[in-house]
């Protein structure tokens, strides 16, 4: 009997030992393997290339294309008399404002749909409610025709006037989009985000984030 146990003693722990040396050259098999790159985000889309435009900020100061060069920016189109989603979203692009305060390659614009009322003063007043950087923020207003080209054409942005019959109020005048888009580098459209629902802000910031990213 004091064999066969020491048979079974010498068996059992052959047997861990096998299992640790085999479980010693898995790991030493795996460390030694070259790590298997990730995959990269596809890159996104251009949806549009913008066309140079002329329009005026609320500093009264002229605004084109090059005052956003090299630049990722974020735009939407609101007015300020809007009784709706207006200030919503202007907070909501504060808040973007906010979160890449220490980015300065990022920058922000509005336009307006309402030119004739939003002045560059009105425009400033406005923006001065939502703490906008002046320097990175730009409150663009001008002739409704270079308005519609940048904001339609370029943005691919809905904004028409709302027939008198379907206002609510007196201020309710004008059906836009509430989206938010991005703009790269190049001055061209590569994301669109809702801006008034749930994730837009998680959204908006890893859009922005990959075409920070993206090589010159």
């Known amino acids: 009997m004091p064999s066969n146990s020491k048979w079974v003693h010498w068996i059992v722990w052959g047997g861990l030992a096998v299992v640790i040396l085999a479980i010693g050259f898995a790991f030493v098999r795996e460390q030694s393997e070259p790590a298997k790159p990730r995959l990269a ?15 005026t900020n609320q500093l009264a100061k002229p605004v084109g294309l090059a005052q956003f060069a090299d630049k990722v920016w ?13 200030p919503a979203m202007t907070q909501r692009m504060a808040e973007l404002q906010a979160h890449f305060a220490n980015e300065p390659d990022v920058a922000f614009a509005t336009l307006t ?25 730009q409150f663009l207003t001008g002739s409704k025709p270079e308005i519609v080209r940048l904001a339609v054409d ?22 836009h989009a509430t989206l938010f888009v991005v703009i790269d580098r190049h001055g061209r459209l590569r994301g ?3 801006s008034l629902e749930d994730g837009w802000k998680e959204k908006a910031i890893d859009l922005a984030t990959q075409l920070l990213n993206e090589q010159p």
Not at 41 to 55: E, N
Not at 156 to 162: F, V, Y
Request: net charge negative; with cysteine; proline share 10%.
């Open 113 to 137: 749909t309402d030119p004739a009322f939003d002045s560059p003063k009105v425009m400033q007043r406005f923006a001065r409610r939502f703490d906008a950087d002046d320097s990175r923020w």
């Open 192 to 194: 669109v985000l809702e």
């Open 41 to 55: 985000k596809p890159a996104l889309p251009v949806l549009s290339q913008l066309s140079d435009f002329t329009l």
């Open 154 to 175: 370029g943005m691919k942005l809905i904004t028409r006037e709302k027939p008198r019959g379907e206002q609510s109020t007196p201020d309710d005048l004008f059906i």
């Open 74 to 86: 974020f735009a939407d189109i609101i007015f300020t008399r809007c009784p709706g989603p207006c």
